[in-house]
């Protein structure tokens, strides 16, 4: 997949939803330059910004788009780990 294709589809996801892409494009960029790097080493589109522990159960949990909103960071910051994803205002 290439970079622009995930970014739609992560555009996509969030216009579904009540929470929206940061608007830095170059952060979005950055992040997907990350996943699909994970997806290159790793057969995975696996979170950028979190370390895998090698087990399978550990890369289901880093999958991206993840379960952010069970994060203490969305309950907190209203946004994922990573700051891929910001709840909408
Ligand atoms: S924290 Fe954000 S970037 Fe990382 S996997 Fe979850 S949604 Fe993706």
Do not use: T, Y
Request: aromatic share 8%; proline share 3%; hydrophobic share 35%.
């Amino acid at each position: 997949m290439k970079k622009e294709e995930l970014i739609k589809v992560w555009e996509r996801f969030a216009e579904k939803n009540d929470f929206m892409l940061n608007p830095d494009k170059e952060h979005i960029s950055a992040l997907a330059d990350g996943v699909l790097e994970n997806e290159k080493n790793h057969g995975l589109k696996l979170c950028p910004c979190r370390l895998r522990d090698g087990s399978r159960e550990r890369d289901l949990e880093l999958l991206c788009p993840c379960n952010f909103k069970s994060q203490d960071v969305w309950a907190k910051q209203g946004r994922c780990w990573c700051g891929l994803f910001f709840r909408k205002e």
